[in-house]
């Protein structure tokens, strides 16, 4: 008698830039399609494997490859940089080579090995215009009508940051939360909070819209790099410590150059069981 052939499960990988944790499903081979429910699941740190964002890998006609972008509460988020250096780096690995294009909704990013086990991405023109970032009506994005003087900055998503004198000081869950729902930010915000630690030098603490507080954000690192050079308080090539470590960001006439290192930490499968419950 023959048995039964379980169906297989589904492969994935579990990656971080600076503690800010991905997990990664490379749909290339025709694996099944993610759903906000799946990544619900997925994003569960007890029941599932657990993520500040979930990345999809797809084919493009113009790019090395495709990436879809989902939260931890299953919305989907235009850009993510920190997964997208992580990806990059692991790709150009598979690959052997030193450069490569990922199409992301931002349009097409270029990566490219930075040397030291470093990673490059170019996140694309900052987008400083209230409509394109969005805000809810005309105002000026580099000082908004919110207590604490935040610069509205969209780098594919929504950012709202603040510059404090102690970003350690801040209650980041409180203020994160209350702000990421700002009624001037139709679809949401991520929040940063920064302090200026020496010449070319921030100090940022973030809090993610649909996910909550992470140890690094790639795409909101850049945004705070930009409203600091847009204030006048720094350059627009600077370095930012963030609670999970260092990142270089460089605003040049060509976008926003984020320069860090990334992690492959592990690869596995979702069983079926599991796929069949979520």
């Known amino acids: 008698m023959s048995q039964t052939v379980p169906p297989p499960g589904l492969p994935f990988m579990k990656m971080h830039g ?20 799946l990544a619900r699941g ?22 090395d ?35 490569l294009t990922l199409r992301t909704e931002r349009g097409v990013l270029q990566a490219r090995d930075a040397g030291g086990g470093l990673t490059s991405v170019n996140m694309g023109p900052p987008v400083t215009d209230w409509a394109g970032i969005p805000l809810a ?24 940051t603040f510059f404090v004198a102690d970003a350690e000081a801040v209650d ?7 702000m990421e729902h700002h009624p001037l930010f139709p679809e949401r915000t991520n929040v940063q909070f920064a302090h200026v630690m020496g010449p070319g030098h921030l100090r940022m603490r973030v809090w993610e819209r649909g996910t909550g507080i992470t140890l690094a954000s790639g795409s909101s690192s850049c945004a705070v790099a930009v409203a ?13 410590t963030l609670d999970g470590g ?10 926003v150059w984020m320069t860090g290192p990334t992690a492959h930490v592990f690869s596995g499968v979702l069983t079926p069981e599991w796929l069949g419950a979520v």
């Open 65 to 99: 490859l495709r990436l879809t972008f989902f939260n931890a509460d299953g919305s989907l988020s235009a850009a993510c940089g920190n997964a997208t250096r992580c990806i990059a780096r692991w790709e150009m690995d598979r690959r052997g080579i030193a450069a």
């Open 172 to 178: 980041l869950a409180a203020d994160g939360a209350r």
């Open 18 to 37: 600076l503690g800010n944790d991905f997990v990664v499903i490379d749909a290339r081979d025709g694996a099944a399609a993610v759903t906000a429910g």
């Open 228 to 240: 600091a050079a847009r204030r006048g308080l720094t350059g627009r090539s600077v370095r930012i």
């Open 246 to 255: 260092e990142i270089g960001i460089d605003w040049r006439e060509d976008g």
């Open 42 to 63: 997925l994003a569960d740190r007890h029941r599932g494997v657990g993520f500040d964002q979930l990345a999809v890998i797809e084919e493009d006609a113009g790019a």
């Open 137 to 160: 009506r005309e105002m000026d994005t580099l000082h908004l009508p919110i207590d604490g003087d935040p610069v509205a900055t969209g780098m594919g998503n929504p950012h709202c």
